[in-house]
C-alpha cells in the first residue's frame, strides 16, 4: 500500500506499507519505521522548521540530515 497525503502546502508525508517519510518541499526530512521515528535538525527556512515541529516538537532528539540520509539510503 502507498499513499501520499499532502498535510499542508509544501509539506507531504508519504506511507508506504509501515514506513512514512515526511516531505518539505522535495527534501525528506523526517520518516518513520519500525526503528522509530527520525527528524532531522532544521538546515533550511521557517517553512521547514514548522513542518519539523509539526511532526515532532522535541528538538533534542533531532538529528543531522546527513544522517538521516545515510539510514534512508541504507535501508530503503
Not at 15 to 31: E, G, V
Not at 35 to 54: A, C, D, F, I, P
Amino acid at each position: 500500500m502507498i499513499n501520499l497525503n499532502t498535510i499542508k502546502p509544501n509539506f507531504n508525508m508519504i506511507q508506504i506499507n509501515d514506513t512514512i517519510f515526511y516531505f518539505s518541499y522535495k527534501t525528506i526530512i523526517a520518516m518513520s519505521d519500525h526503528n522509530g521515528l527520525k527528524v532531522s535538525k532544521n538546515e533550511w527556512s521557517n517553512t521547514t522548521g514548522r513542518h519539523l515541529n509539526y511532526i515532532d516538537t522535541d528538538k533534542s532528539t533531532r538529528i543531522d540530515h546527513d544522517q538521516l540520509m545515510n539510514y534512508v539510503n541504507s535501508n530503503y
